[in-house]
């Protein structure tokens, strides 16, 4: 049972633009989310990540909403560059501290 | 400082065989967990170790196992592989049990195929 969700397999943006990502959640004990990137014949990289004490958590370009109500997040890249181009990958944890992982989307950043 | 090094990177093995992966987390890191990725499932948690201990398991049949020595190092062992068994394994490491986003750090993960 896939308890968390990433419903948009693939996403293409133009360079300059906001790529927007989502990503949904069943499971109401999760307290932690994060966002990981991953390159081909790369191990993921974490991006950043949020709290449920928070809605909005910022670094850079990189921005996560989360929406506890719709049990939803999303994370906006703005702009976006070349080298964003990777699979994003949601993750949410509970008290369970098990990480469960969304099925990832893949961003194609064009020139 | 050294990554997280997962071993062998590739291999191919027959359906019933058994399979031993190898991770050396980062030195100082006492916590491993083991994930496979195969495509349209994204990253599915198999277990997590931390001091030789299993903390946590996932959804997995009893043919997969792992275990931690004592040096933090983990292996995960898949018996009477089956085609579907096919995948990326990763493991990741972290200073402490559990986790907390940006101190896990993955491997670059074993791709494993079943024929």
């Known amino acids: 049972d896939q308890q968390v969700k990433q419903n948009s397999p693939s996403l293409s943006v133009q360079e300059g633009r906001i790529s927007i990502l989502n990503c949904d959640y069943t499971?109401?004990?999760?307290?932690?989310f994060l966002w990981y990137k991953k390159y081909p014949a790369e191990g993921p990289t974490f991006l950043i990540s949020i709290s449920s004490i928070k809605d909005k958590n910022e670094d850079g370009r990189f921005t996560v909403f989360l929406n506890k109500s719709a049990k939803h997040l999303s994370l906006h890249i703005v702009p976006s560059q070349p080298g964003d181009s990777a699979v994003y990958f949601c993750?949410?944890?509970?008290?369970?501290?098990?990480?469960?992982f969304g099925a990832g989307t893949t961003v194609t950043v064009r020139a | 400082k050294a990554g997280v090094t997962q071993t062998p990177r590739y291999l191919i093995k027959t359906r019933g065989q058994q399979v031993t992966l190898s991770c050396s987390p980062i030195?100082?890191?006492?916590?491993v967990s083991w994930y496979q990725q195969t495509p349209g499932q994204g990253l599915q948690f198999l277990f997590e170790y931390f001091s030789e201990t299993q903390r946590n398991k996932g959804n997995f049949p009893g043919r997969f196992s792992g275990r931690q020595f004592s040096n933090s190092r983990s292996e995960m062992n898949v018996s009477t592989l089956e085609l579907g068994d096919s995948a990326l394994y990763l493991c990741?490491?972290?200073?402490?049990?559990?986790?907390?986003?940006?101190?896990?750090?993955f491997g670059e993960g074993s791709w494993l195929t079943v024929v």
């Open positions: 499971n109401s004990m999760f307290d932690y």
């Open positions: 993750a949410a944890s509970g008290d369970d501290y098990k990480l469960s």
């Open positions: 030195s100082g890191h006492r916590s």
């Open positions: 990741a490491s972290s200073l402490q049990a559990g986790f907390s986003g940006n101190t896990i750090y």
